[in-house]
């Protein structure tokens, strides 16, 4: 089963791929522009191939969830894979694939979540436009610099071979 969301950004696709994968910017939207109710416990990335993420938030309903994963391919500023699951909710057998190519208005950002569950495909879909949508208002608002002289810091994750 496949779930797919498409969503354009008035930013760069090097500005728009460095908030997923820098700490500060992605702490930044996908906890404080969601609407969620919901508490922030931890956020740890390691963004290289082969490194591990790990986003725990409390909600009042279910507790700690633990949305984890590990970096498949990186490939700045264009592509970028990893694993996804909620630790103690069955196995992190998806994959989100998150292609983002330039375009007139900025960046268009495709992203693909292969799952085994289609009885979730609806609330995926519905949970990764959310947060699309939190990204674009974290970058409409300026939440960070233009980060176009990325290179000494995206060198920690560039992750090309």
């Known amino acids: 089963m496949e779930v797919r969301v498409q969503h354009t950004f008035a930013a760069s696709p090097d500005t728009v ?3 997923w994968v820098d700490p500060d910017r992605l702490e ?13 416990v931890r956020l740890v990335t390691e963004p ?3 490194g591990y993420f790990s986003f725990v938030v409390r909600r009042p309903v279910h507790g700690e969830l633990d949305h984890n994963g590990e970096y498949l ?6 592509r970028l894979v990893f694993t996804w699951g909620i ?4 196995p992190s057998d998806s994959v989100v694939s998150i292609d983002i190519v330039p375009c ?4 268009q950002l495709t992203l693909v979540h292969e799952m085994t569950q289609p009885e979730f495909a609806a609330r995926t879909e519905a949970g990764w436009a959310k947060l699309l949508g939190a990204l674009e208002v974290a970058l409409d608002q300026g939440a960070h610099t233009a980060h176009e002289t990325a290179g000494q810091q995206s060198a920690n994750y560039t992750g090309e071979n």
């Open 73 to 78: 391919e990186i490939f700045r500023p264009r």
């Open 17 to 19: 791929f460095d908030a």
């Open 28 to 40: 930044h939207w996908l906890f404080e522009h969601t609407g969620l109710e919901e508490e922030r």
């Open 87 to 90: 630790a103690g909710h069955g």
């Open 48 to 50: 290289f191939v082969g």
């Open 104 to 107: 007139h208005e900025g960046a």
